[in-house]
């Protein structure tokens, strides 16, 4: 069955830095985009950035282009978010999701990343 | 960047009532639009696509609608798993966008 599974957050300074994974099973991995999703404490869903299945494509939000940086490996099967000079505002849980067109189809559990002095 | 509106915010019903939860995009999306349900402390679930396509799995009391800039999402015979919030999602461009999310709460 298909599995995406989020690991790396924590608890981060304003102005610091986080690596996202993104581990996936289930699925031919190097045939779909991957996308990133997040969602601040008790709000709504925010699309953050997406990669396609070569990772000759990447796209991202206005509120993390210049900060965040998407990567892929497809021989392990895994996505990266690399997320540098974090803002209180990038206090979220961040999802993976496998991509099907533009629309999620499958979800990791996802993971929080606090940032906090 | 396509801004989407649902409507209400929230709702109350109870076990066997018929729902409608509405989304309006900001300028024309075709049909490219999405429904997710989530429940608190878990992920969304992709429910329909391309506004009226049901995904694997799901239940046929759900079912979607619409074109352009209008779509609902209807629940014709409320469960008590279908205690949620839904989003709807625009598939139609980057950057992907969602609808702020209404909460259907038990009456």
């Known amino acids: 069955q298909v599995q995406v599974v989020e690991s790396g957050g924590g608890v981060v300074q304003p102005g610091g830095s986080l690596r996202l994974s993104c581990a996936a099973s289930?699925?031919?991995?190097?045939?779909?985009?991957i996308h990133w999703v997040r969602q601040a404490p008790g709000k709504g869903l925010e699309w953050v950035a997406v990669?396609?299945?070569?990772?000759?494509?990447?796209h991202y939000a206005d509120s993390v282009k210049g900060r965040f940086t998407i990567s892929r490996d497809n021989s392990k099967n895994t996505v990266s978010l690399q997320m540098n000079s974090l803002r209180a505002d990038d206090t979220a849980v961040y999802y993976c999701?496998?991509?099907?067109?533009?629309?999620?189809?499958?979800w990791g559990q996802g993971t929080l990343v606090t940032v906090s002095s | 960047d396509i801004q989407m509106t649902q409507s209400p915010s929230s709702v109350s019903a109870s076990v066997g009532d018929r729902v409608t939860i509405t989304c309006r995009a900001s300028q024309d999306i075709s049909s490219w639009l999405a429904w997710y349900q989530q429940k608190p402390g878990k992920a969304p679930k992709l429910l329909i696509y391309a506004t009226s396509s049901l995904q694997s799995g799901v239940p046929s009391r759900f079912s979607g609608s619409g074109s352009g800039t209008d779509f609902t999402l209807t629940i014709s015979s409320l469960q008590p798993e279908d205690f949620a919030t839904y989003y709807c999602?625009?598939?139609?461009?980057?950057?992907?966008?969602f609808g702020g999310g209404t909460k259907v709460e038990i009456k």
């Open positions: 289930g699925f031919t991995f190097s045939n779909y985009g």
């Open positions: 990669i396609s299945d070569d990772g000759s494509f990447k």
């Open positions: 999602q625009q598939a139609h461009s980057f950057p992907l966008t």
């Open positions: 999701a496998k991509a099907s067109g533009k629309n999620f189809d499958y």
